[in-house]
């Protein structure tokens, strides 16, 4: 089982947000995000992480070749900052929604993502009939 963060987009106020604008992010290491990275954060409409870490590339590149540092040496820099995009990236990814507005409302476990979306949407169903309709005032 995997957990998945929940995160919801802002919406009118009174309103409820669009369900097919809430996004899961699977929680643990990214293979995706390992192997691809600046790239991965565009694929996923993160334009300023991408950027900011496409610059984080270019600057321990810089670096090494600045500093002659060995070649054995830049390729575990790589591999080391590729590591850490790979067990972060879907935390980086949630910063980024954040500044988009959108909020962390929910954690749930499931196989896939799919089943996911079934548990959150199945207890905000449950939640829904559970709470009494609200009663307006009359003046």
Same mark, same amino acid.
């Given at each position: ?9 802002? &919406? #009118?106020?009174?309103?409820?947000? $669009?369900?097919? +604008? /809430? ?9 995706? %995000? ?23 590339? &270019? #600057?321990?590149?810089?670096?090494? $070749?600045?500093? +002659? /540092? ?9 591999? %080391? ?59």
């Amino acid at each position: 089982m995997t957990s998945f963060t929940v995160h919801v987009p802002p &919406a #009118a106020p009174g309103r409820e947000p $669009a369900a097919e +604008k /809430i996004i899961f992010l699977r929680d643990g290491f990214s293979t995706a %995000a390992f192997v691809f990275g600046p790239l991965w954060f565009a694929w996923k409409r993160a334009w300023l992480p991408a950027v900011l870490w496409a610059l984080l590339l &270019a #600057a321990v590149a810089g670096a090494g $070749a600045l500093f +002659k /540092i060995p070649a054995d040496a830049m390729s575990l820099a790589g591999f %080391a900052v590729s590591l850490f995009l790979g067990f972060e990236g879907v935390r980086i990814l949630a910063w980024s929604l954040q500044r988009r507005g959108y909020v962390e409302s929910d954690v749930v476990i499931g196989d896939n993502e799919d089943d996911a979306e079934a548990v959150y949407f199945g207890r905000l169903q449950a939640r829904n009939e559970t709470t009494p309709p609200a009663v307006e005032k009359v003046n």
